[in-house]
């Protein structure tokens, strides 16, 4: 599912159900020893997606530490991004020499619990989603915008170490399984104010992804 909606030039791996936790680097081990069943299992096989990824790009299998604000540390010369979700793990990785950033985000195909969507959008956003559902209520379009806003940040942080707000990106989403998302803050790490990703919806879950080529 995530590799059909990235380019070629970035390699993903994805999981529809969990893999033993021996896959884990020693290295890695302490970063589970205190958490819930639930997260064990996402950190697990969402670092076996991320080896399988890496090796599909040459690079052999290695430790990914959690870095500033949980984001994967990954080796020298690699730039990706991991995802999890009830029923979904995933990975995405790219030589840093092709890409800038990467960012990858899964959702279960469903609607957003009730007061959620007035915190993640704006009134224009909402007002679009108003729009799409009109058009198609197979869908669950408010879904889109929140994972599209996830990708969103799964790039800027890397680049920027700053936070970004919700608020601070409005994503335009098309019906054909692409969005805009247009930046209202900059930074140079970037270099563009708007960032263009993919979409898609299959068996229950739904998927964003964004791959920022280097110039």
């Known amino acids: 599912m995530i590799a059909e909606i990235l380019p070629p030039w970035v390699a993903a791996a994805e999981e529809f159900g969990d893999v033993p936790e021996e896959t884990l680097f020693p290295e890695e081990r302490p970063l589970v020893e205190r958490v819930a069943d639930r997260r064990r299992r996402e950190f697990v096989t969402g670092r076996h997606c991320a080896r399988r990824a890496l090796a599909a ?14 984001a994967p540390v ?7 991004s991991i995802t999890h979700c009830s029923g979904f793990r995933a990975a995405a990785v790219a030589p840093a020499e092709a890409a ?7 959702e279960p195909h469903e609607h957003l619990p009730e007061g959620v969507l007035p915190r993640v959008a704006s009134p224009a956003e909402i007002a679009a989603l108003a729009a799409l559902r009109d058009a198609d209520e197979a869908v669950c379009w408010d879904a889109v915008l929140f994972s599209a806003k996830e990708s ?12 970004l707000d919700f608020s ?3 994503v335009d989403i098309d019906p054909s ?24 919806v299959r068996d229950g879950h739904l998927a964003t992804s964004i791959a920022l080529p280097r110039a």
């Open 177 to 200: 399984g692409e969005f805009d998302a247009r930046l209202l803050v900059t930074d140079p790490a970037v270099g563009t104010p708007v960032l263009r990703g993919r979409w898609t």
């Open 74 to 80: 990954w080796p020298d010369g690699v730039v990706g």
């Open 100 to 106: 800038l950033a990467v960012g990858i985000d899964a």
């Open 152 to 163: 969103v940040y799964k790039v800027w942080f890397p680049l920027t170490r700053r936070w």
């Open 57 to 70: 790009i040459g690079v052999a299998p290695v430790a990914i530490p959690r870095g500033e604000r949980g």
């Open 168 to 170: 601070e990106a409005v």
